[in-house]
């Protein structure tokens, strides 16, 4: 009876969902992807990113939704306190890039001071164990389009030139509101540069 219950139990657990993001000190997994910055499309490349210092690379749900908006103009608010500090910032999200397009050029949220990119397969949100949940049938953004893809949970790392996670920031397990996410991310890449 009691390695029924053990099984049982077991089996209930593994059906839970879990966020097992990748921790502090893991190695980033490398990652190319389409990209925008201020509209315009290009290649983003991890790999290349962090020959020039630390790279932020935050995980969102959605372009034009109220917390991803917040995130994208505090980020975009910070930019030249992120350059200073020699970092990069890279938004991620399920979005096509043609939302992305319109996201990132758009002065109240990205501004056109970094770039986002495309994970519409969740590709690069699977290689850092995040998990992504359906949008609501017909749900719309704040400019009332209908929002047609997955929603990827917010999760802020902080990866250093070696590829090392130096810090991780969740909404989920850490409580944090979108703008927070930033806060972080920006003390801990001063963090770094004043080292």
């Known amino acids: 009876m009691k390695k029924l219950l053990l099984g049982l139990t077991l089996s209930a ?26 509209g315009k499309e290009f290649n983003f490349s991890l790999r290349k990113a962090l ?15 109220k917390g991803c908006d917040l995130e994208a103009h505090t980020f975009a608010e910070d930019a ?8 990069t910032i890279i938004g991620v999200s399920a979005d096509s ?3 992305l397009n319109a996201f990132s050029a758009d002065p109240n949220y990205c501004a056109g001071k970094f ?29 009332g389009v ?5 929603f ?13 996670i130096l810090a ?3 909404s989920q397990e850490d409580k944090l509101s979108p703008d927070q996410h930033v806060e972080k991310a920006l003390a801990m890449v001063q963090k770094l540069a004043s080292r």
């Open 13 to 38: 657990l593994m059906g839970l969902p879990v966020s097992a993001a990748l921790k502090v000190g893991e190695t980033a997994p490398d990652f190319s992807a389409r990209a925008s910055l201020a």
């Open 51 to 65: 020959k020039k210092g630390p790279v932020v690379v935050y995980f969102y749900p959605s372009a034009f939704t």
């Open 80 to 87: 030249e306190k992120f350059e200073a500090a020699r970092a």
């Open 97 to 99: 890039i043609a939302r």
């Open 115 to 143: 770039p986002v990119a495309s994970d519409a397969d969740h590709k690069i949100a699977k290689s850092y164990n995040l998990t992504a949940t359906s949008a609501k049938a017909g749900m719309k953004d704040v400019r």
């Open 146 to 150: 209908e929002i047609g893809h997955d």
């Open 152 to 164: 990827i949970e917010r999760v802020t790392f902080v990866i250093g030139k070696d590829h090392k």
């Open 168 to 170: 991780v920031f969740s």
